[in-house]
């Protein structure tokens, strides 16, 4: 994993080391995701496009191997998405399979309490051998250092013009279009933060897309949120909790 040697950031670090498991461990794609359980909070590495495409799945539908393995610590496996038994993440399976792929592996970053995991895909059905799985667990702990260097830095130097890289680094982890459209939402519908988010998610879904896409089409005003997709306008009051 010498690939991370020289990097000039990061992002471009845990890129790097995302390709390096497509080239040692035989994989058709990798991810890292930084996560606290309950949701994504962004994608911090991908070895392409359609890597970071399926890490999104896991935002848009709240579900997938990723947060299953941040809130257990251990690695979660599923090597046949397909398979009837195969139920732990309904949406998330239908997606990852529309889009090719059989197999998802998390190996959880971090220590002790996980803060993301590192997701490898396979378009073919069948379990990570014993070397490429421990080339996996390597890589997981890899993928905690240039993340945790970034965040400390970003803290440290928060007050200093050299901090800059450090927080526009850490704020492109964030889904800052997500809350952007979110805001737009709330306004338009009358309805809270948390409501507007799921109907968000609700139109990406029934639509077959993420809630990244969706966001960016909220933005740039190419759908309108008076159309039935969006559920209709709330209640008096519904936009204060109320």
Do not use: H
């Amino acid at each position: 994993m010498d690939s991370m040697t020289g990097a000039p950031s990061a992002l471009e670090a845990a890129d790097r080391l995302c390709r390096a498991c497509v080239d040692l461990l035989g994989v058709d794609g990798a991810s890292i995701s930084v996560a606290d359980g309950l949701t994504t909070q962004g994608t911090f590495g991908s070895s392409g496009p359609l890597s970071r495409r399926l890490d999104e799945y896991q935002f848009t539908f709240g579900e997938g191997p990723c947060l299953d393995a941040v809130r257990s610590g251990v690695p979660v496996l599923a090597s046949d998405l397909s398979a009837f038994e195969e139920a732990r993440w309904p949406a998330f399976r239908d997606a990852v399979l529309g889009a090719g792929i059989s197999a998802v592996f998390a190996l959880p970053v971090g220590s002790g309490r996980p803060f993301g995991a590192l997701d490898l895909f396979n378009k073919r059905r069948g379990p990570l051998t014993e070397s490429e799985l421990d080339g996996g667990l390597l890589a997981a702990e890899l993928a905690a250092v240039p993340l945790l260097e970034m965040m400390g830095a970003t803290r440290e130097m928060a007050d200093s013009a050299e901090g800059e890289l450090g927080w526009d680094q850490l704020a492109s982890l964030e889904r800052v279009e997500v809350y952007q459209a979110t805001g737009m939402i709330i306004a338009a519908l009358n309805v809270s933060a948390d409501e507007a988010l799921i109907r968000l998610r609700a139109y990406a879904y029934a639509r077959g897309m993420t809630a990244n896409d969706v966001a960016w089409q909220v933005l740039d005003r190419t759908v309108d949120l008076n159309d039935d997709g969006w559920g209709g306008a709330g209640r008096e009051g519904d936009d204060d909790g109320g």
